[in-house]
């Protein structure tokens, strides 16, 4: 098992950036790719962004691709999610998740095996 921490959110102004943080236990992190979904209230969980576990792939959600960086330090056990040119929209509860494949079907929330207990992030206009 490995359990999930995430840190970095809270409250910007439109045009502002945040660096989510996520950080996992366990000396397996390695085996795993990342995910980062988001969730407003009253809407569907939606796919953020994800990483393989090496690091060198990364995938995005059209809403913030060209805003969002996803990133990992295996060493650290971290995963991480730059938030640039942040607009309203990107209001929501932030989840980090982990999963031991890397399927096409890595936009799906049932994909992932393990779940971070969120942070929010709340944009203003």
């Known amino acids: 098992q490995v359990q999930l921490v995430e840190s970095g959110g809270g409250l910007v102004q439109a045009g502002g950036s945040l660096k989510l943080s996520c950080v996992a236990s366990g000396r397996t992190f390695s085996n795993y790719h990342t995910g980062w979904f988001r969730q407003a209230p009253g809407k569907e969980r939606e796919f953020v962004a994800a990483?393989?576990?090496?690091?060198?792939?990364?995938n995005y959600a059209d809403s913030v691709k060209g805003r969002f960086i996803v990133s990992r330090d295996n060493a650290k056990n971290t995963v991480y999610l730059q938030m640039n040119s942040l607009k309203p929209e990107d209001t929501a509860v932030y989840y980090c998740?982990?999963?031991?494949?890397?399927?096409?079907?890595?936009?799906?929330?049932?994909?992932?095996?393990?779940w971070g207990q969120g942070t929010q992030v709340t944009v203003s206009s």
């Open positions: 990483i393989r576990r090496s690091g060198d792939t990364t």
């Open positions: 998740a982990l999963t031991p494949y890397y399927r096409t079907s890595y936009f799906h929330p049932n994909e992932y095996e393990y």
